[in-house]
Nanobody, 114 residues
Framework: VQLVESGGGLVQAGGSLRLSCAAS????????MGWRRQAPGKQRELVAA???????NYADSVKGRFTISRDNAKNTMYLQMNSLKPEDTAVYSC?????????WGQGTQVTVSS
């Protein structure tokens, strides 16, 4: 499974961005998918996750502001980020789990200016 993220960029506080994660390869084997972020000097944080059936989970820091979704027909997952804050600045990476591995994308930078 190969994953490619897109949609990162620079946005002002209070703005919105939508990240995409396109999967290719053995996509039929994918179960759960999700997003993780890493900010300089901070621990990695699991931001959101979604099962193949559509059940979602969010970190407390993003609940009510971020929405994760997936389009299985397009093999693509999304992260809609609203009401962005400077503390959301990080590299966002998507992952996809199959029976054996958690595959990772290369990451996309999100920068929120105050």
């Amino acid at each position: 499974v190969q994953l490619v993220e897109s949609g990162g960029g620079l946005v002002q506080a209070g703005g919105s961005l939508r990240l995409s994660c396109a999967a290719s390869g053995s996509t039929f084997s994918i179960n759960a998918m999700g997003w993780r972020r890493q900010a300089p000097g901070k621990q990695r944080e699991l931001v959101a996750a979604i099962t193949s059936g559509g059940t979602t989970n969010y970190a407390d820091s993003v609940k009510g502001r971020f929405t994760i979704s997936r389009d299985n027909a397009k093999n693509t997952m999304y992260l809609q980020m609203n009401s962005l804050k400077p503390e959301d600045t990080a590299v966002y990476s998507c992952y996809a789990e199959d029976r054996f591995f958690r595959h990772w994308g290369q990451g996309t930078q999100v920068t929120v200016s105050s």
